[in-house]
């Protein structure tokens, strides 16, 4: 805004009028007062355009001012607008692509909705033919699973049998094999029972071999290891000579007496023992511990080998054992005698039993598993519909 300003020509006649109402006042006063006025009325009228000439340059800076700042403030104003208008832009972009995002996410789970509804389809066709299947199955197909059974127990019998030789557990599958075909009550199967109830019959003569009490019976000898006495090897006081030395009354026999006495008197100072050639060297009085550990070791291994069936082994470790104990240990000892009488009774007995070699059932379950049951699974099952590909 700009100050209002008086014109000079109203300045001029300001300035005229001033004069005229000073004349009549100066006339009143004398000659010297009168120019003192004179000179300040023109130094006053002087000074009237510069003051003007000053407003008016403050009235243009002030409109300058004010114009440069209205300006600025206008230029703020608009670059806010462009920013918002730049950034209402981008919010109207970004809503168009959500949107078309959720578009395309709609487009998609409707495709997933169809393949789930054609599988749903499929699925419940597929349902249905197996309904008709399982429908379709007569009381023979669950013969035949019963039928499978029994093979799969005759099976498990001959392998109890042969590798671990337990006649008691291959007898009672046995038995659960032949009460799998009873159920069946199919009077074809009459063979096959028959051979079963043979096969039980030839696993009941069987002798049973206690393999658990030879065991315990092979622990308890090796604890009696440290109750054996060691043999006496100076209990032989026999001479060298098969004479008794005694002299005779005959005094043609005086050469041979005179002999018997010079040996009598010798034999107090050097005697002279036999020996058996077979006999064992004596021991020293620190190894019989290792003799008794052993003979331990071998019991060890004979009772190793009675669950493997190894019966040449556990011969050879019993031998050894009573070879050992007869060689280095009192043979009138009772304890060595008692000792000696368990190892013959347990040498004498075999860890092998006569199992029969094969076993008659179980070549006919396995003709009857090949005309029955794996025929029936040989057969084509029902093809699954394949699901339908999911388009993008």
Same mark, same amino acid.
Do not use: C
């Given at each position: 805004?700009?100050?209002?300003?008086?014109?000079?020509?109203?300045? &001029?006649?300001?300035?005229?009028?001033?004069?005229?109402?000073?004349?009549?006042?100066?006339?009143?006063?004398?000659?010297?007062?009168?120019?003192?006025?004179?000179?300040?009325?023109?130094?006053?009228?002087?000074?009237?355009?510069?003051?003007?000439?000053?407003?008016?340059?403050?009235?243009?800076?002030?409109?300058?001012?004010?114009?440069?700042?209205?300006?600025?403030?206008?230029?703020?104003?608009?670059?806010?607008?462009?920013?918002?208008?730049?950034?209402?832009?981008?919010?109207?972009?970004?809503?168009?692509?959500?949107?078309?995002?959720?578009?395309?996410?709609?487009?998609?789970?409707?495709?997933?909705?169809?393949?789930?509804?054609?599988?749903?389809?499929?699925?419940?066709?597929?349902?249905?033919?197996?309904?008709?299947?399982?429908?379709?199955?007569?009381?023979?197909?669950?013969?035949?699973?019963?039928?499978?059974?029994?093979?799969?127990?005759?099976?498990?019998?001959?392998?109890?049998?042969?590798?671990?030789?337990?006649?008691?557990?291959?007898?009672?599958?046995?038995?659960?094999?032949?009460?799998?075909?009873?159920?069946?009550?199919?009077?074809?199967?009459?063979?096959?029972?028959?051979?079963?109830?043979?096969?039980?019959?030839?696993?009941?003569?069987?002798?049973?071999?206690?393999?658990?009490?030879?065991?315990?019976?092979?622990?308890?000898?090796?604890?009696?290891?440290?109750?054996?006495?060691?043999?006496?090897?100076?209990?032989?006081?026999?001479?060298?000579?098969?004479?008794?030395?005694?002299?005779?009354?005959?005094?043609?026999?005086?050469?041979?007496?005179?002999?018997?006495?010079?040996?009598?008197?010798?034999?107090?100072?050097?005697?002279?023992?036999?020996?058996?050639?077979?006999?064992?060297?004596?021991?020293?009085?620190?190894?019989?511990?290792?003799?008794?550990?052993?003979?331990?070791?071998?019991?060890?291994?004979?009772?190793?080998?009675?669950?493997?069936?190894?019966?040449?082994?556990?011969?050879?470790?019993?031998?050894?054992?009573?070879?050992?104990?007869?060689?280095?240990?009192?043979?009138?000892?009772?304890?060595?005698?008692?000792?000696?009488?368990?190892?013959? &009774?347990?040498?004498?007995?075999?860890?092998?039993?006569?199992?029969?070699?094969?076993?008659?059932?179980?070549?006919?379950?396995?003709?009857?598993?090949?005309?029955?049951?794996?025929?029936?699974?040989?057969?084509?099952?029902?093809?699954?519909?394949?699901?339908?590909?999911?388009?993008?």
């Amino acid at each position: 805004m700009t100050e209002p300003t008086t014109p000079p020509e109203k300045v &001029e006649e300001t300035n005229t009028a001033t004069e005229h109402e000073i004349q009549p006042a100066s006339n009143l006063n004398n000659n010297t007062s009168g120019e003192q006025v004179a000179k300040t009325v023109k130094k006053e009228s002087a000074k009237g355009p510069v003051l003007g000439a000053i407003a008016i340059v403050i009235a243009i800076a002030l409109g300058a001012g004010l114009y440069y700042h209205g300006h600025q403030q206008a230029l703020a104003q608009q670059a806010e607008n462009n920013e918002l208008s730049d950034q209402l832009t981008a919010l109207h972009t970004e809503q168009a692509q959500e949107k078309l995002r959720i578009d395309a996410l709609i487009n998609q789970q409707n495709k997933a909705l169809s393949v789930t509804d054609q599988l749903q389809t499929s699925q419940s066709q597929q349902l249905k033919e197996l309904e008709a299947k399982v429908a379709a199955i007569s009381g023979s197909d669950a013969k035949n699973w019963l039928l499978a059974q029994a093979d799969f127990l005759v099976k498990l019998a001959g392998r109890k049998l042969w590798s671990d030789q337990d006649v008691t557990t291959a007898g009672a599958l046995l038995k659960s094999a032949d009460e799998s075909l009873a159920e069946m009550n199919d009077p074809s199967l009459i063979d096959v029972r028959r051979a079963i109830t043979e096969d039980i019959a030839s696993l009941a003569s069987v002798s049973q071999i206690d393999f658990d009490g030879i065991i315990l019976k092979l622990n308890q000898l090796s604890n009696q290891v440290d109750d054996l006495r060691l043999a006496d090897n100076n209990t032989d006081e026999a001479p060298m000579d098969e004479d008794n030395g005694e002299v005779s009354s005959s005094l043609t026999e005086w050469r041979q007496n005179l002999v018997k006495s010079w040996h009598n008197f010798m034999s107090e100072f050097i005697t002279v023992r036999r020996r058996d050639s077979s006999a064992e060297p004596l021991l020293a009085p620190n190894q019989d511990v290792y003799l008794r550990e052993n003979i331990r070791s071998r019991l060890l291994v004979a009772a190793q080998a009675v669950p493997r069936h190894q019966n040449e082994v556990y011969q050879q470790s019993l031998e050894t054992v009573s070879t050992w104990v007869r060689a280095y240990f009192d043979m009138n000892d009772p304890t060595t005698k008692a000792f000696l009488s368990q190892l013959d &009774e347990l040498s004498q007995q075999s860890i092998n039993m006569d199992v029969p070699a094969e076993l008659k059932s179980q070549p006919l379950l396995e003709k009857l598993m090949q005309t029955r049951v794996r025929n029936l699974m040989a057969t084509p099952s029902v093809p699954a519909a394949a699901p339908a590909t999911q388009g993008e």
